[in-house]
């Protein structure tokens, strides 16, 4: 079956110092992968999506994600963080397999806290 | 163009109650799915719709169900409420049909089962 764990629950970072958050899937076939934002009160908004074409994927508000097939990791980074960048965020995989079409399988999620 | 809309946005129920969520997709989208969305589990798939079928389904009881309509609007039921049954629901809707497009999300509707 597929998985996705993404490590920290909570990451804490300064404004504009760098974002990293991790996502590992688990997929014994490609995967489609995609990175999710909620911002409170709000449903889920894709930032970005990796679709088997190039490895580094650039997405919404700054962010982009690299798919390291080897490591079986697709982080999710931004340089310089903003203040408006205080969400949770969401790493998803898509259940390509079984028959299973149309639902992706989420992690966790990772809540970011931006510090002024 | 319009997003998905989900009503009601929050409403409360008592155990034993049942409920009905509703979901209009963006125009043009044929598939619908629901997630329900609590702090202890995260995001889980609970069923997809396409052209009125129900294509896949989560690992729910049989409270829970949906249907889809031929305009493509979602409605979802749960009966017999229980108390961890209290959520968001979330509706996604998708343009074509194939993993790689992009799920769209509304707002979600708050359910709390007291």
């Known amino acids: 079956a597929q998985s996705v764990t993404q490590l920290g629950s909570h990451v804490s970072v300064s404004e504009g110092a760098l974002v990293l958050l991790r996502c590992n899937y688990s997929s014994s076939v490609p995967p489609y992968l995609f990175w999710y934002v909620q911002y409170p009160n709000q449903g889920l908004q894709l930032l970005l999506k990796?679709?088997?074409?190039?490895?580094l994927v650039k997405g919404i508000n700054g962010f982009e994600a690299e798919f390291k097939k080897s490591e079986t990791s697709f982080h999710l980074t931004k340089p310089s963080a903003h203040m408006s960048d205080a969400a949770e965020y969401f790493c998803?995989?898509?259940?390509?397999?079984?028959?299973?079409?149309?639902?992706?399988?989420f992690g966790k999620g990772t809540k970011l806290s931006v510090k002024p | 163009k319009a997003g998905v809309t989900q009503t009601p946005r929050y409403l409360i129920k008592t155990r034993g109650q049942q409920v009905t969520l509703s979901c209009s997709p963006i125009?043009?989208?044929?598939?619908v799915s629901w997630y329900q969305q609590t702090p202890g589990q995260g995001l889980q798939f609970l069923f997809e719709?396409?052209?009125?079928?129900?294509?896949n389904k989560g690992n729910f009881p049989g409270r829970f169900s949906g249907r889809q309509f031929s305009n493509s609007r979602s409605e979802m039921n749960v009966s017999t409420l229980e108390l961890g049954d209290s959520a968001l629901y979330l509706c996604a809707s998708r343009q074509r049909d194939l993993n790689t497009g992009e799920l769209f999300f509304g707002e979600g509707s708050r359910l709390t089962v007291l």
């Open positions: 990796y679709t088997s074409a190039a490895t």
């Open positions: 998803a995989v898509s259940g390509l397999m079984e028959g299973s079409q149309g639902n992706l399988i």
């Open positions: 125009s043009g989208h044929r598939s």
């Open positions: 719709y396409f052209s009125e079928t129900q294509r």
